[in-house]
């Protein structure tokens, strides 16, 4: 049965670059531009790289995304993982409540309202959900999102007993009327009682997001093949792991074949359960990037199909020649991309342009505000 380490990532310790601060005095003149100047900086103060970042064009572009769409409580996003801290800061407003004000359900308690005690559900719903904050540095990729927990995993589980609680989870959020799960798990071997869940989310329209997992592997080898992704059903994009330089990390499978894309995955900042927040790295942080873009076409598109969804994210990467025979796409999201594909236009303005600038530095928001 599946291997009993039902989740893709490692924590770390890291730091990031520090933030250029600018003055405004010569913005006082144009109250747009002083505006967006401040917005970009509060921006520039954020510690998930994958959101944004000047060191290299890695990330996600996250920042340019937002000003075509934000998101919307309409998207429900089910995260089968450990739990979350509904009750996180920055988390709470995208934490969705049913009637009875319950978050979720737990399937190793068998109760509602799954609590985390790992940490790892709490990380990946951040990287999904978080509002941007810019005294915590945190952020997730979809500002508006309804964000449910489905626990399946413990430490104490066996495999085969995690992998009963992983077909339950994906059952009960699909009848819950969820549009995207993301999952993080998994593992080696073809498990039929999986494949029948993951092909009634497919008839029900339900896009699931999972993981390329962390054996440094191909996984177009049968020996290496890697479950749920190696499903390859319409409804599943399998995601691998990049660092800050394009570069697939070190850990993250791949495979030309059996996995579609790559996104952030190293030292990704994020929310964790008590008020907390921290790095974690592996494929599950990717994956968890691909939900947030996911959910944001979803709210600009309510109409797309999984299918559609996978074929717009895969046609919208940044391609890099190392990724070419990595994966599918041979490139790393970019959700701004992914939303033009849509037919979204947008026209280039000058708060736009400082907005870039503060990236580069004071020089280049001088040159930008001289246009």
């Known amino acids: 049965m599946k291997k009993t380490t039902r989740k893709n990532s490692t924590p770390l310790i890291a730091t990031i670059a520090a933030i250029t601060v600018i003055s405004f005095g010569s913005l006082a003149g144009n109250s747009k531009l002083r505006q967006a100047a401040k917005e970009a900086l509060s921006n520039s103060s954020l510690k998930n790289w994958g959101i944004g970042n000047a ?7 996250a920042l340019e ?54 940490g790892h559900g709490t ?6 959900g978080a509002v941007a904050n810019p005294k915590t540095g945190v952020s997730g990729v979809a500002q508006s999102v309804s964000i449910e927990a489905v626990k399946y995993y413990a430490d104490s589980n066996t495999g085969a007993v995690n992998l009963q609680n992983t077909v339950k989870a994906i059952e009960w959020a699909v009848n819950s009327g969820a549009k995207i799960i993301n ?25 699931v997001v999972a993981a390329a997992g962390n054996e440094r592997s191909d996984t177009d080898q049968p020996e290496n093949y890697y479950y749920p992704s190696a499903y390859r059903l319409t409804n599943i994009i399998s995601v691998a792991a990049t660092d ?7 850990s993250s499978n791949w495979g030309k074949t059996k996995v579609d894309v790559t996104a952030p995955g190293e030292n990704i900042f994020s929310t964790l359960p008590n008020g907390r927040y921290g790095f974690m790295t592996g494929t599950s942080q990717a994956t968890a990037f691909v939900s947030g873009i996911a959910a944001l076409l979803l709210a600009h598109n309510p109409s797309l199909t999984p299918a559609r969804i996978k074929e717009i994210i895969r046609a919208s990467v940044d391609a890099y020649p190392e990724l070419k025979e990595k994966v599918a796409a041979g490139g790393r999201v970019n959700a701004k991309k992914a939303l033009l594909a849509l037919g979204v236009k947008t026209a280039p303005t000058r708060e736009t342009d400082v907005i870039r600038s503060i990236a580069r530095g004071p020089s280049a928001m001088m040159e930008a505000l001289a246009q």
């Open 55 to 61: 060191r290299a064009a890695s990330h996600v572009d």
């Open 244 to 250: 800050i330089n394009n570069k697939l990390i070190r």
């Open 183 to 207: 999952y993080s798990g998994g593992g080696p071997e073809f498990a039929e009682e999986e494949y029948i869940a993951l092909k009634k989310a497919e008839s029900k329209g339900v896009l």
């Open 65 to 118: 995304a937002w000003k075509i769409e934000k998101g919307s409580k309409s998207v429900l996003v089910a995260v089968i993982d450990t739990g979350i801290d509904a009750n996180h800061p920055d988390l709470k407003t995208n934490v969705y409540r049913d009637q009875n004000n319950n978050y979720g359900f737990d399937f190793v308690k068998n109760a509602a309202n799954p609590v985390d005690e790992h």
């Open 123 to 128: 990380h990946v719903a951040g990287i999904i």
